[in-house]
């Protein structure tokens, strides 16, 4: 359902699974004497939160999906074709940092190994140029 920002399949989808038929009936699973869970509540707990641990896994990538625009497919595409297969390839490896950052944080800094990569294949160049004693290229 896009308008209430939900999927059709969700990451974790089977994560509900675990905890659809489990009941707690009050008082029940504490120890009268010491006050302590019986083994059975500390389980049903210890399934609850494994359970809140994959809501908040899908929650995080919910956010950086719909944060960095990752549903705009055809824009993304058109985007992407521009780019040359060294470009393609660095910005691949940057994809893991685009979860600790916000959009134009990881845009300002994809943007910048870029300018870095550029700069890096000029001074090659030069080098090169320099090795082949070229000093202008007027000749």
């Known amino acids: 359902m896009p ?3 939900e999927f059709e399949t969700e990451f974790a989808n089977d ?3 675990a905890v659809q038929h489990m009941s707690f009936e009050p008082g029940d699973g504490l120890d009268p004497d010491t006050g302590d869970m019986d083994e059975e509540t500390t389980l049903k707990m ?3 939160d494994i359970y809140n641990s994959r809501l908040t896994a899908r929650t995080e990538r919910k956010r950086v999906i719909f944060e960095h625009g990752l549903l705009e497919y055809k824009k ?3 985007i992407e074709k521009k780019r040359t297969k060294e470009e393609k390839d660095l ?3 940057s994809k893991p940092f685009a979860r600790m950052m916000n959009h134009e944080d990881f845009e300002a800094f994809n943007k910048d190994l870029l300018l870095e990569h550029n700069l890096r294949i000029a001074i090659g160049q ?3 140029w320099k090795q082949m004693s070229i000093t202008d290229l007027k000749h």
């Open 46 to 48: 210890t399934v609850f």
């Open 15 to 17: 994560a509900e699974e």
């Open 91 to 93: 910005l691949h490896k």
């Open 3 to 5: 308008g209430r920002l």
């Open 76 to 78: 993304n595409q058109l």
């Open 126 to 128: 030069l080098q090169e």
